[in-house]
């Protein structure tokens, strides 16, 4: 079942189109992983699915219930984290808590037993100070519990990580990890290594469209181009290796640096025999042969291209 | 019901830990001593200024001069600071984005407006009336005896005028990301209200009447029925302005 589906979605600022015919769906449970540069669209999107903005064309669905611009029943299945979040600095989180919980209609004591609970999921507990004393990774953290107060179906992330320093990304990628399977997360970002170590799903906006979609490993599979890197002990080394004619008949593309080569090939165990045998035969010894793994980064950098 | 009495206490709590209560509140205090203080030794200050040889003759100082006081200083100090503290209701909220987590949390938007309006007019009742008070208590102690007509009436006209123009400039705060923009707005309209002093038809109509013929009413110049139609217009535009208020928000991107 999806808990997002959105259909020929289309936004335009003047005549100036952000988002273009865009269509995907997320499913129930999945931790979506929202990528695209700065300025591709990803904020627009979201607030378009909170009926913050309103679409051109096109239709959202959460829940299976239509968002509707202004009033938004749908916002209570839904938990938004903003990219800055602010809140009213002159309140404690504790009472920041407390007032989101009476909006959103929650009994006192569940108001309560959450406080408790989310403070200390985010480890917020005992602290009295007021938010206007708060670093930028404390007021982060206090948005996710904010978020998850009322138990939403739907976490929606606008680039969570992005302005923390490594520990508070590693905070709040945990804690987000944390309600893996409870609530469905989306996660907007372009950081890609955050996206590897959570992200189950992945759609990769550009230019206002969604270029690629899928489970992470669908993906990886999919555009799976095996290459291998030599690292060789000396420069006169690596020529004579490059330079040797099985070599140079590969079907393969090849980039050098300095002492290290390499190779790219679709067809990895071929390419792994021939330059064994051809490093027996110029009795060359590498420092190192390595297959390198599919990263998200060049797969981004070459479906962006 | 709830989400507006959440919202309203959130206001009130903001208005009171961001000390703007407190400058409103100690502001109007001090005009309410300063009314009775002022007209009571005004005579006796210009004489130690008057250099000597020279006698000036002034009339007694009477309890009309006392509620005189309180008439201008409301008006012209204690409005303008009340406008002031008020004007960044809706603006401050958009420039610093803290709503987004509110309406997403499914507050209705009307009920922020509601909530806003609530709350800067009970700091305005509260305010008004203190300072309404102490002048009264000491205006009766330093000329006793002396009563003046129509006091109610005419302190109740000042106190819908104030009212009115917190709501005009729940208007101008909520069209404009930047507080400047409400501040301007409600300046705008004070200015047209002036403007329309010049025409003797309209300004039969014209609620600004509420806020300058206050001393006329207490001297027995002016009866307050002549003023029924400036009161109706006054009533009118708080309503108008505050349902524009809510139709302008609800297409707010925020």
């Known amino acids: 079942m999806n808990i997002l589906t959105i259909e020929n979605l289309s936004k335009s600022f003047g005549d100036n189109l952000v988002i273009d015919q865009m269509s995907f769906s997320v499913p129930k449970g999945s931790i979506f992983g929202f990528i695209g540069k700065n300025g591709s669209g990803k904020t627009t999107t ?125 905070e709040i990628l945990d804690i987000l990890a944390t309600v893996r399977g409870k609530t469905t997360v989306i996660f907007s970002t372009h950081i890609l290594s955050d996206v590897e170590r959570i992200c189950d799903h992945i759609g990769i906006l550009h230019h206002g469209k969604i270029i690629l979609s899928g489970t992470m490993q669908e993906i990886k599979k999919y555009y799976h181009q095996d290459s291998c890197l030599i690292e ?74 | 019901m709830r989400p507006y009495i959440v919202f309203t206490k959130k206001e009130l709590i903001e208005y009171g830990r961001t000390y ?43 309890s009309l001069d006392s509620w005189a006081q309180f008439f201008k200083n409301v008006t012209q100090t204690g409005l303008f600071v009340a406008i002031i503290i008020f004007s960044g209701m809706m603006s401050r909220e958009y420039e ?33 009336w203190t300072c309404f008070l102490i002048t009264h208590i000491y205006t009766m102690y330093f000329w006793k005896g002396e009563t003046v007509l129509e006091l109610a009436t005419s302190t109740l006209f000042l106190y819908l005028f104030g009212i009115m123009l917190i709501s005009v400039l729940l208007i101008g705060s909520t069209l404009f990301k930047n507080s400047y923009g409400g501040l301007l707005f409600t300046e705008g309209f004070i200015a047209i209200l002036f403007l329309l002093k010049l025409s003797h038809k309209i300004d039969n109509y014209n609620p600004l009447q509420l806020a300058n013929q206050n001393i006329n009413l207490l001297s027995g110049n002016l009866h307050p029925s002549k003023l029924k139609s400036p009161l109706f217009v006054c009533c009118t535009v708080i309503i108008l302005s505050i349902i524009s208020s809510i139709l302008i928000f609800d297409k707010k991107q925020i």
């Open chain 2, 96 to 128: 610093k984005g803290t709503l987004v987590n509110m309406i997403t949390k499914g507050l209705p938007r009307q009920t922020v407006i509601l909530s806003k309006f609530t709350a800067s007019t009970l700091l305005w009742t509260l305010s008004y």
């Open chain 1, 46 to 170: 979201m607030k378009m699915i909170l009926g913050l903005l309103k679409p051109s064309r096109g239709t959202i669905e959460v829940c299976g219930e239509r968002v509707k611009y202004g009033q938004t029943d749908t916002n209570r299945f839904i938990g938004y984290l903003p990219d800055v979040p602010e809140f009213y600095n002159y309140m404690t989180a504790y009472e920041y808590l407390k007032l989101c919980g009476e909006i959103t209609g929650l009994s006192k004591k569940t108001i309560k037993d959450r406080r408790i609970e989310l403070l200390g999921l985010v480890g917020l507990d005992h602290n009295n100070k007021r938010i206007g004393t708060f670093s930028r990774g404390m007021k982060q953290r206090l948005g996710i519990a904010q978020a998850l107060l009322h138990e939403p179906k739907l976490l929606i992330c606008d680039e969570p990580t992005s302005a923390l320093d490594p520990i508070g990304r590693k």
């Open chain 2, 20 to 62: 703007k209560f407190f400058i409103l509140f100690t502001i109007f205090i001090a005009l309410g001593f300063m009314n009775p203080l002022t007209a009571k030794f005004m005579p006796k200050i210009l004489e130690s200024f008057m250099p000597e040889g020279i006698e000036i003759q002034l009339p007694p100082p009477s």
């Open chain 1, 232 to 305: 060789f002990s000396n420069i006169h080394d690596r020529d004579r290796f490059l330079q040797a004619t099985t070599i140079e008949n590969l079907e393969s593309s090849t980039t050098t640096d300095r002492i290290c080569v390499i190779l790219k090939s679709q067809a990895l165990k071929r390419m792994m025999q021939e330059i064994m045998s051809e490093m027996i035969r110029l009795d060359i010894v590498p420092v190192k042969i390595e297959i390198l793994d599919p990263t998200l980064e060049n797969l981004f950098l070459e479906v962006v291209k």
